[in-house]
């Protein structure tokens, strides 16, 4: 069937968590769904969205006619603009503060051309999914993570029914005893151990405490969602995926993102940044300097912060391992304080390393200096990092990181764990292995096959290339239906329905009319029963078919309020088509 469009394409807004690894994997899904011929709105924070403008420049948020920025408050004061906001009072005040912004948006974009047919939504912003739900506007949640974490959020209620709630209240509660126990009931995942869980389920404070009921709210959410993108690739967490799959149907692996970024042709987009601090290419010029896998490659991400003396262990391991680095030290990377190295490590590392506050990640990864990368295992640098063929050595903070830093390690085989209680000793000699060891031969040889994996993933005819087609597909088939369908049955709100129906050509309400219409090819049942499929149906994973039998149960009504004939007869509860 041939796609149905209003004012010629669906409309999504793309709606991230708003802290920068989110937004950047969100803005990287989004130009993926322009380039496949959706109209996007992009929704940021104020706060963010002025940083965005301040680090990349006025015109940097200009887009396209049809790529849109807008932005909303996110109900917090002023804060420093170069500092990294809080991730709890964030998270609260996206529960408490920002469902009322977010809906105003939605209605004033639904009252606009063309109308929204569709959300997508980071999955750890669940006011979504109630904003959806308020206005009928159904939901994909994209999750910036892999499967193995994904699994992990999700396994939360079932680690409360099984080891009680999260016991421990400070940090030297949290005994090996306990963070070594098996946890053998997930599926898809082996041999796993608390420690390699994400870090809230082992919380150890009130803080956590809150991120341990706000992110099992947030993976329990997918349940309610249309469809579920997971930013991965098949054949990298094949066990898991399948496991995932059978909980949710419209599971989409959507990754490694950039390389099917790589594969638009002049991409209009190519302009359309996404950091929140001023990158210095200048990185990139000091690395054009050295030899070929000569430099190691330092960033902890952009939330992970460490004490002073965290920061001068790791300076001066690096130091002692007489290898050249790129060390990115943002403004905030230091808790509560600037960073400052000693002397020593200044004179030590004098014309071999090179230290900024931000830089354009990806292509310093795929610069051919960069021998290795010590990282704190967001996902995002650990599948960039994947994809460029770069070993890792592995310091997880918090969230997924621990997981993601587990299945580095011990699944993909390509990087290597630091102590949590980093000493430089211990960073010298890891940073050694990572460049020249015997561990790093095996490193590398698994990392150049798993870089090789992605490539095919993203090939024309590969997983992810294909679960990219069939979320479009799905997407642009169903997106007027779910709205116009909807609209006739009387369970989407009259401000957006009506606004699809009005601002519609005749002819365009014609052809919808019968699309649906052929859909159906004949009566199934009675209105009683089209009306109830109807509205199961609002949900993607009831299918075209029971559209097909909403819309056929209907079909002399249906048609005819289509057209927005006032002659239409009216529905049993007296509801007649405006």
């Not at 994997?25 to 769904?33: I, R, T």
């Not at 610069?367 to 460029?388: A, P």
């Amino acid at each position: 069937m041939a796609v149905i469009v209003a004012d010629d394409k669906p409309h999504v807004v793309c709606i991230p968590s708003p802290v920068q690894s989110h937004i950047k994997a969100m803005l990287k899904l989004a130009k993926l769904l322009h380039f496949k011929g959706f109209h996007i709105t992009f929704v940021n924070t104020e706060f963010n969205h002025n940083r965005f403008l301040k680090s990349l420049g006025p015109n940097s948020l200009d887009g396209l006619p049809d790529f849109r920025f807008k932005a909303i408050s996110d109900g917090l004061p002023p804060s420093d603009a170069n500092a990294t906001q809080d991730l709890v009072a964030l998270c609260e005040s996206v529960r408490q503060k920002m469902l009322a912004p977010l809906i105003d948006l939605l209605t004033r974009l639904s009252d606009t051309s063309p109308p929204v047919t569709r959300i997508v939504s980071d999955g750890f912003f669940p006011i979504t999914i109630t904003a959806g739900e308020q206005l009928g506007i159904p939901v994909v949640l994209f999750y910036t993570i892999p499967a193995c974490a994904f699994m992990g959020f999700k396994q939360f209620s079932t680690i409360v029914e099984k080891l009680g709630p999260p016991p421990l209240q400070d940090e030297s509660s949290v005994t090996n005893s306990y963070l070594d126990k098996v946890v053998d009931w997930i599926p898809g995942m082996n041999d796993v151990r608390v420690r390699d869980l994400p870090s809230f389920c082992w919380t150890r404070n009130a803080e956590d405490h809150f991120m341990f009921n706000f992110t099992m709210e947030s993976a329990e959410n997918a349940h309610k969602a249309s469809a579920v993108i997971l930013h991965t690739f098949y054949t990298l967490e094949q066990d898991i995926l399948d496991a995932i799959s059978s909980m949710f149907p419209k599971l989409f692996a959507i990754g490694p993102q950039q390389l099917l970024l790589n594969r638009v042709p002049e991409d209009p987009l190519k302009h359309v940044k996404y950091s929140l601090w001023k990158e210095e290419s200048e990185c990139l010029q000091w690395l054009d300097t050295k030899e070929q896998n000569s430099v190691v490659y330092v960033n902890f991400g952009s939330i992970t912060v460490m004490s002073p003396l965290q920061l001068v262990e790791f300076g001066m391991g690096l130091a002692n391992s007489k290898h050249h680095f790129l060390w990115i030290i943002r403004p905030d990377l230091v808790r509560g304080e600037s960073a400052i190295l000693p002397p020593e490590f200044v004179n030590e590392t004098k014309g071999r390393g090179l230290i900024a506050s931000w830089c354009p990640q990806e292509e310093v990864l795929n610069h051919s200096s960069i021998g290795g990368f010590l990282t704190h295992s967001g996902w995002n640098s650990t599948i960039e990092s994947l994809s460029s063929g770069v070993p890792m050595l592995c310091w997880p903070f918090f969230g997924d990181q621990p997981t993601n830093c587990r299945y580095t390690c011990k699944e993909w085989g390509i990087g290597m764990e630091i102590n949590k209680d980093v000493k430089r000793e211990e960073v010298e000699k890891l940073v050694t292995e990572l460049m020249k060891g015997e561990k790093r031969k095996e490193m590398k040889k698994n990392v150049l096959k798993w870089k090789r994996l992605a490539e095919d993933a993203t090939s024309p005819n590969g997983s992810s290339s294909k679960d990219l087609d069939n979320l479009e597909s799905r997407a642009s088939q169903l997106s007027v239906m779910n709205m116009s369908v909807s609209f006739l049955l009387g369970h989407t709100p009259k401000r957006l329905s009506a606004g699809l129906i009005a601002r519609s050509s005749p002819a365009f309400n014609q052809r919808l009319g019968e699309n649906l219409q052929g859909i159906a090819g004949q009566n199934l049942g009675s209105v009683g029963n089209g009306l109830r499929l109807g509205q199961e149906s609002m949900r993607l994973d009831s299918g075209v078919m029971g559209y097909a039998c909403g819309v056929a149960a209907g079909n002399r009504w249906m048609k005819k309020a289509l057209l927005n004939n006032p002659n239409a007869p009216e529905r049993p509860d007296g509801y007649r088509s405006r």
